[in-house]
């Protein structure tokens, strides 16, 4: 079996960044939906130098909505405006052969056209521009009992949905599922054919219990996945109402050494003798 096992539990702490920060940003009132499906499923859809990874046999795929909040380059001060805005994302499970357990993003909508083409444009990532909604915007400092609508309706296409979740108490002892789905620590994506490495760092999620009262979706099948997953209750419902995250610079994941060029012989100076 590749990745976590069922005895395996993930650090929910993140490490040290590798490399210079270069982002920061909250991820605020987060709900997580998860449905598992076969690692064939999944594997296709992975770019070059990783693999599935897998908990209990088998791959997972995530349905995240959330609010992006003061997001800002480097170490200095949020963006105004730009840096704070929803997102949902369809993302995947994967791991390299350094054993960095990660994410791949199959899609990531986002409210703020500037975002979507940046980050493209950056490390890759399949952001598209949607007009999104969440009611209430916000679940509070204590969020159970609250009552959520995150809704999405990408431009210039049929794709998008509606989550609506009513959070329950906190997850006092995560189980190895959950910090398997929550605990992750960079993301896999490719440019330009090369696989990149993106590392983050942040603390622990608190961790809600939620339930859905409603599930409408196509962004799953946009995404290359069964359509059936949107019409199957998902296995995982959580809810968090944050945390701050920081990001290093990327990282080729086939990164080797540079090749020395081959060295003409040495000739000697022969001195002629008069």
């Known amino acids: 079996m590749t990745g976590a096992g069922a005895g395996d539990v993930l650090d929910p702490q993140g490490p040290p960044l590798p490399t210079p920060q270069v982002m920061s940003q909250w991820w605020r009132d987060a709900t ?14 992975l770019p070059a130098g990783v693999r599935p990874d897998l908990h209990d046999g088998s ?4 349905l995240i909505a959330f609010r992006m909040v003061d997001a800002g380059l480097g170490r200095g001060r949020p963006v105004p405006w730009l840096g704070t805005f929803l997102e949902t994302n369809v993302r995947l499970y994967s791991i390299d052969e350094q054993g960095r357990h990660g994410v791949v993003f199959r899609s990531l909508d ?13 490390v890759g990532v399949p952001y598209r521009w949607a007009a999104m909604d969440l009611t209430p915007r916000s679940a509070g400092p204590d969020p159970a009992g609250a009552r959520l609508s995150y809704r999405t309706r990408r431009r210039g296409s ?34 330009l054919g090369r696989t990149l490495w993106v ?8 961790l809600h ?28 419902v959580l809810f968090s109402p944050g945390v701050r995250t920081t990001f290093g610079l990327p990282q080729r994941l086939d990164r080797r050494l540079p090749q020395r060029l081959p060295q003409r012989p040495r000739q000697r100076l022969r001195v002629r003798r008069r």
């Open 110 to 122: 986002a409210e703020r056209l500037a975002v979507v083409v940046g980050a493209n444009l950056a």
């Open 158 to 191: 049929g794709a998008g949905g509606r989550i609506d979740v009513e959070v329950g108490a906190l997850v006092a002892a995560p189980s190895p599922l959950e910090h398997f789905l929550t605990a992750r620590f960079g993301l896999h994506t490719s440019v």
């Open 199 to 206: 590392p983050n760092t942040h603390g622990p999620w608190p």
């Open 209 to 236: 219990r939620a339930r859905p009262t409603h599930l409408e979706d196509t962004l799953l099948a946009a995404a290359g996945l069964p359509a059936r997953l949107a019409a199957s209750r998902p296995e995982s």
């Open 32 to 45: 997580f939906l998860h449905w598992r499906v076969p690692a064939a499923v999944v594997a296709p859809l």
């Open 59 to 62: 791959a997972w795929v995530g």
